[in-house]
Antibody, heavy 119, light 107 residues
Framework: QVQLVQSGADVKKPGASVKVSCKVS????????MHWVRQAPGKGLEWMGG????????LYAQKFQGRVTMTEDTSTDTAYMELSNLRSEDTAVYYC????????????WGPGTLVTVSS | SYELTQPPSVSVSPGQTASITCSGD??????ASWYQHKPGQSPVLVIY???RRPSGIPERFSGSASGNAATLTISETQAMDEADYYC??????????FGTGTKVTVL
């Protein structure tokens, strides 16, 4: 059974960067396609980016290109999402979500990490 | 940019059928999934590849897709089905996109 454990809540000032981690257990990270999704207060789910198994590349939503970096450490089965140049609108719950069959559906979700951007 | 549109809200009586339509350009040509999201919890996949149901998801959840729309149907709706529901689509051009979300209220 895949389990995703995320890092704890964080508070950042505008202009700073945040790095959220997502540790995989019960599976090997390299056998998953990991994605990141966020939900701002009162808003819907928003896909930020993730691994496309068809071409073997990480894709980013156009909205976040240049500000987001998604990486993986297969030695510890941990995925990371770093978002830079934070603004208040980036206050949100950030989820890691895993696709374990390569069918572009997010079968497993982490518990979410609240990131608050405030001066 | 690619957009997926859903009705903001759907109301249904217990035991009745709720249907949520997700509209997007040539959506029927892409892989569509549906997620149930309750407050304070993580989203749960209820339908993938338009019509397939993950193990553990009740049979009352079903999906279909054609043309520019995908539809999630909840038969014999129960109080526990009250939640926000999001469609999501993927293809090589749009990558991952979520719909605007629909709040299902069981009256």
């Amino acid at each position: 059974q895949v389990q995703l454990v995320q890092s704890g809540a964080d508070v950042k000032k505008p202009g700073a960067s945040v790095k959220v981690s997502c540790k995989v257990s019960g599976y090997t990270l390299s056998d998953l396609s990991m994605h990141w999704v966020r939900q701002a207060p009162g808003k819907g789910l928003e896909w930020m980016g993730g691994f496309d198994p068809e071409d073997g590349e990480t894709l980013y939503a156009q909205k976040f290109q240049g500000r987001v970096t998604m990486t993986e450490d297969t030695s510890t089965d941990t995925a990371y999402m770093e978002l830079s140049n934070l603004r208040s609108e980036d206050t949100a719950v950030y989820y890691c979500a895993a696709d374990d069959y390569g069918d572009y559906a997010f079968d497993h979700w982490g518990p979410g990490t609240l990131v608050t951007v405030s001066s | 940019s690619y957009e997926l549109t859903q009705p903001p809200s759907v109301s249904v009586s217990p035991g009745q059928t709720a249907s949520i339509t997700c509209s997007g350009d040539k959506l029927g040509d892409k892989f569509a999934s549906w997620y149930q999201h309750k407050p304070g919890q993580s989203p749960v996949l209820v339908i993938y590849q338009d019509t397939r149901r993950p193990s553990g998801i009740p049979e009352r959840f079903s999906g279909s897709a054609s043309g520019n729309a995908a539809t999630l149907t909840i038969s014999e709706t129960q109080a526990m089905d009250e939640a926000d529901y999001y469609c999501q689509a993927w293809d090589s051009n749009i990558a991952g996109v979520f719909g605007t979300g629909t709040k299902v209220t069981v009256l």
